[in-house]
């Protein structure tokens, strides 16, 4: 394994895992509710009385987030991903991820950001679960098929 040194970017990605650090910790001290982003959009799916508007705000915000950061950023400092699939293959892994939530009862952020700075039991063996599952397909798409 080597490191792509063109793109290793170590101060920014701190800086993003700070800041989400930071949401995730305020997010439940002002609203006693975990930000894991499947829940978020799942509460969409099901609306309850009143709260649909934060909901639909908070995903906004993340979609309107990289476009803000592309206008606000110096020339060169953000990277467009390179992702060396098609459209079909996108759409699959993203409703792959979304059985995934569900079946593992949330997401990355709210296990593995939240649940474990929670010290939940559960949220480890979730993320524990995700990263070996996600270990266990990149090395079967790289090295055997």
């Not at 915000?61 to 110096?74: D, E, I, N, Y």
């Not at 020339?75 to 996108?90: C, S, T, W």
């Not at 979730?126 to 079967?140: D, I, K, P």
Request: aromatic letters at 8%; glycine letters at 16%; hydrophobic letters at 50%.
């Amino acid at each position: 394994m080597t490191i792509d040194w063109t793109s290793f970017t170590p101060w920014t990605s701190l800086a993003g895992g700070v800041l989400l650090g930071v949401s995730a910790a305020l997010f439940i001290l002002l609203n006693g509710r975990v930000l894991g982003i499947s829940g978020i959009l799942g509460g969409l799916l099901t609306p309850k009385q009143g709260d649909t508007g934060w909901r639909l705000s908070f995903l906004l915000g993340m979609l309107a987030a990289p476009l803000v950061a592309g206008l606000l950023a110096p020339e060169g400092f953000l990277k467009a991903p390179r992702i060396d699939a098609g459209y079909g293959l996108v759409v699959l892994a993203g409703l792959l991820v979304g059985v995934g939530t569900r079946y593992g009862s949330g997401c990355t952020s709210g296990h593995g950001v939240c649940g474990l700075s929670r010290l939940s039991p559960r949220s480890l063996v979730a993320t524990l679960a995700f990263m070996a599952a996600g270990f266990l397909v990149v090395f079967l798409l790289r090295h055997v098929f």
